[in-house]
């Protein structure tokens, strides 16, 4: 017998093992792992360490916390797709000296300092320089690269120089709540060329921010967005802001002094259209150099190419930036319908909150789905029951009506992933299948090759101990057997963990009305334009519900009509796809029937195997009803 390969969506650049390094927390093993593909360390620490020569990529997916201050510049952290890792650093130093991608950073060190390899200066935060000499080197600060590549998400942790931006190559990344120690306030942008491109900051108060900039410079920072942020106006340089956009809760300063205890004074935008808006902030800087008797040499006005001033708060711009969604709500002023563009780091996305109570709630989760082990907490949190007698269980979302040509699926949630992944539960990866297959004891023998995780106790192999919900490998040319009393099964598809599916229909397939009888299990929607009243609830226009136990609805009018969806009596039946990857939702068709792997799943984005297909079509409807569901099964 033998398991799955495992399935990457990178492939190797250079030397697998070696120059290009693999980490997977949950099936890989620093004991018995070699970096590769098929057998891929668990930390970042072993990745960094395993061979005398460092590698220059380490590909990661997975929910990671390590101390990682040893950055050459030289190596990237990457994960295998945007969201497939997260970092949650709990007040550690992470990723500090590496470059890094597509990936999820939260909480990383913002108390201290922490020396790097290569630096002999202590420097807080997540980024690095832009040369390997310049790792902790103080002298040339408008050097440093802030976070150097793109597609990152960095929540609540300190920057390297407290910069937000950096001098070159910042793109697509997310600064939510960054943070800073006293030495390092946050600056925003640093360097000639375009600071910061795609960027998305949110929650800079002025009291956080640096009052005494870096030496003079000119920089740009282009097709942002910024909410809840503090903008000084006069740094000692001239700073380009070029078509970005700034929500109605962002603050501009002039700053009066030369440290970072100078008086601030507020300069509210004012006028009827964005160039009056950015020409008044101009216009009263002026004023006050004029009041102040400043020289005409030391102005260093910014400039505002293009930019939108917007009446939005970033509440009706961001999903939920509070905590920590920081997609783009579909219509708001950053997404720019007529020139088919958005703003920010993060494309429009439909939200699907996490409510104890859906009532009237278009994009939640329906918590009267969730069956089995999976439970909602009156805090409005979804939870595995670890004394449910049953070992699997599921919970479905509302059904989200999208236009895919100018939504994306974004997200699919990785943080609320991450935390099924911490309660050492795996989705099922297909109804009828699921994620384990066999299990051993010390009295099986031989262990096959393939994937194994401790399902009970504790086990030892080759000395090493493993405990409950730890996961080894074991390949061909190895000859394991289990020591101790501890249980060990075997994980028949590595790829399911923290995956949630999702279905989706163009149409609804037929209307009923309160006198037709409903499907137990099926889902409705309320595709009119008023309120009906299911099972003693108030379901309102657009909002779907999943029939329990009554069969029947509730209107003022008996011709009032709802829409069929899924799993009724007669409708056709819609597949769960794992909806993993962030991007665009493409289904494969062949002959215009949905092409299937060869283990029956149909090739999508929301496929792991479906990078492995050469050609996938991308829908051209432009409507899509959507539900997503999470599996999981317990052990």
């Not at 910061?196 to 005494?212: A, F, I, N, Q």
């Not at 003022?556 to 056709?572: K, L, Q």
Request: charged content about 20%; some cysteine.
């Amino acid at each position: 017998m033998s398991t799955r390969p495992l399935v990457w969506k990178t492939g190797t650049s250079g030397t697998e093992g070696t120059t290009t390094v693999f980490v997977d927390s949950y099936v890989g093993n620093d004991y018995l792992g070699n970096g590769t593909r098929a057998n891929p360390y668990r930390t970042l620490t072993k990745a960094w360490n395993a061979q005398n020569t460092k590698p220059t990529k380490i590909v990661c997916r997975g929910l990671f916390s390590e101390q990682m201050t040893l950055g050459n510049h030289a190596c990237e952290i990457a994960g295998d797709y945007w969201g497939a890792a997260i970092f949650d650093g709990q007040n550690k130093y992470l990723l500090y000296g590496y470059g890094h991608s597509n990936l999820i950073i939260l909480n990383a060190n913002t108390s201290g300092d922490a020396p790097v390899a290569t630096g002999a200066t202590a420097l807080q935060g997540v980024g690095r320089a832009n040369h390997t000499s310049l790792v902790g080197n103080t002298n040339l600060a408008h050097n440093a690269y802030g976070v150097a590549g793109s597609a990152a998400f960095i929540g609540k942790s300190g920057l390297y120089w407290g910069i937000i931006g950096g001098n070159t190559a910042v793109n697509q990344v997310v600064y939510w709540k960054p943070q800073h120690n006293d030495a390092y306030k946050l600056s925003i942008g640093c360097g000639n060329t375009p600071c910061l491109s795609r960027g998305t900051v949110y929650d800079v108060t002025v009291e956080h921010v640096r009052k005494t900039p870096f030496t003079a410079h000119s920089g740009q920072i282009q097709t942002s967005v910024f909410g809840k942020c503090a903008i000084i106006l006069n740094n000692p340089g001239k700073m380009t802001y070029r078509r970005c956009l700034f929500a109605s809760d962002v603050k501009f300063y002039y700053f009066v002094g030369t440290d970072n205890k100078s008086e601030v004074i507020e300069i509210v935008p004012t006028g009827n259209s964005d160039a009056d808006k950015a020409e008044s902030l101009i216009n009263k800087l002026t004023e006050i150099y004029a009041e102040k008797g400043v020289q005409e040499a030391n102005q260093y006005f910014p400039s505002f190419v293009s930019c939108i001033f917007s009446s939005q708060s970033s509440g009706e711009i961001f999903n939920d930036p509070e905590n920590g969604d920081m997609t783009l709500v579909p219509g708001c002023d950053a997404d720019i319908e007529a020139d088919m563009e958005y703003l920010g780091a993060l494309p429009p996305c439909m939200r699907i909150p996490i409510k104890n109570d859906s009532t009237g709630l278009v994009g939640t989760w329906d918590e009267r789905s969730a069956d089995g082990c999976v439970k909602v907490s009156e805090n409005n949190i979804i939870y595995i029951d670890e004394d449910s007698p049953s070992a699997t269980g599921g919970i479905m979302s509302k059904i989200i009506e999208i236009n895919p040509t100018k939504v994306q699926f974004n997200g699919i949630f990785s943080l609320i992933e991450s935390k099924w992944h911490q309660k050492a539960s795996v989705y099922n990866y297909n109804d009828g299948e699921t994620a384990f297959g066999q299990t051993y004891t010390s009295a099986s023998g031989v262990l096959p090759a393939g994937i194994y995780m401790v399902s009970q106790g504790s086990v030892s192999i080759k000395g090493y101990q493993f405990d409950e919900g730890e996961a080894f490998s074991v390949v061909d040319e190895d000859n394991f057997t289990i020591e101790g009393t501890g249980v060990c099964v075997n994980v028949v598809e590595p790829n399911a963990g923290e995956v949630i599916y999702c279905r989706c229909r163009s149409s609804i397939y037929k209307k009923v009305k309160p006198t037709d009888t409903l499907t137990k299990g099926g889902t409705y929607l309320n595709i009119g334009n008023k309120d009906v009243t299911y099972h003693g609830r108030k379901i309102v226009p657009g909002e779907s519900f999943i029939c329990t136990n009554e069969l029947y609805f509730t209107a003022d009018s008996n011709n009032y009509e709802i829409g069929v969806m899924f799993d009724a009596d007669g409708a056709p039946e819609s597949a769960w796809i794992p909806a993993r990857f962030w991007g665009d939702y493409y289904v494969g068709k062949k002959d215009g029937v949905i092409d299937s792997d060869e283990y029956g799943v149909p090739y999508s984005s929301g496929n792991n195997r479906s990078f492995t297909k050469s050609t996938i079509n991308k829908s051209v409807l432009d409507r899509r009803y959507v539900q997503f569901k999470i599996m999981v099964k317990r052990y």
